[in-house]
């Protein structure tokens, strides 16, 4: 799969969607005025790569901040790659945020709650 690498702007994040080593990053604030088209192109890339999945994959999320919206899309991003239930197959999810950030790691910490993932809290 080739990498696709979206530049990040004042309303969304840098994201990096590499197949090809089973390694997804979102980094940045995330509050685009259309949350769906802006993720339909790295969800339709997750979907396509779930498929085929490398032996270990690596989702990382370093957020500034995140809206509402843009909470779904993790909650759809996390999903996809968790629910690939092949043998053989692992999913790492790392969570970065800030030591003084409460918010961001308290959303992480809600997230893995409610999705029954494993999430590794990295402090940058």
């Known amino acids: 799969m080739q990498t696709i ?45 779930t498929k085929q999945p490398r032996d270990k994959t690596i989702l990382e999320f370093r957020w500034l901040y995140f809206n509402t919206a843009t909470s779904k899309i993790i909650v759809k991003i996390i999903m996809l790659l968790k629910n690939m239930n092949m043998p053989g197959k692992t999913l790492e999810i790392k969570w970065y945020c800030s030591p003084d950030d409460d918010l961001i790691l308290e959303k992480g910490n809600e997230f893995s709650e409610l999705l029954g993932a494993d999430f590794s809290v990295e402090y940058l």
């Open 5 to 49: 690498v979206i530049p990040p702007t004042n309303e969304t994040p840098e994201i990096v969607l590499n197949g090809a080593n089973g390694t997804f990053s979102f980094a940045g604030k995330s509050f685009p005025e259309n949350v769906n088209e802006f993720y339909n192109e790295s969800i339709q890339y997750i979907e396509t790569y």
